[in-house]
């Protein structure tokens, strides 16, 4: 594929999360899935559009903002505490005199979970 197909591809993929940035919770899931339903109409994708109907449907009948809200307290928790375990496992390497190298693995894994940690905030704050 060349790059242009691979940035509108990728384009395509980026614009409902940063449609659903722009609102909250289940509304922001719906109009999500609506402006996609849209999209898959206009360019007459039949599979696309069922797909699309039944996840609207589910998302329907399931999301409420209490249970988003748990769903990301849930993933901020688990990456506290993997951003917790890879902060051990710096120090230990260190604590054990490990090479330089090891440790700057174990380094990039902490700074890696921290930055795990930071985007799943960022998305439990919206």
């Known amino acids: 594929m060349n790059t242009s197909i691979k940035a509108f591809l990728l384009g395509m993929a980026i614009y409902p999360m940063m449609c659903s940035a722009q609102t909250s919770g289940c509304d922001a899931k719906r109009s999500s899935i609506e402006r996609e339903i849209a999209y898959a109409q206009a360019h007459g994708n039949a599979k696309r559009i069922d797909g699309l109907e039944t996840a609207l449907a589910q998302m329907n009948a399931n999301c409420t903002d209490a249970v988003l809200r748990s ?37 990039r894994k902490v700074d890696e979970a921290h930055a795990e940690l930071e985007r799943v905030l960022v998305e439990a704050s919206q």
């Open 71 to 107: 769903d990301a307290q849930r993933k901020v928790t688990a990456a506290e505490r993997k951003l917790s375990e890879r902060q051990h496992d710096l120090q230990e390497a260190k604590a054990n005199g490990k090479s330089a190298k090891k440790i700057a693995e174990r380094q």
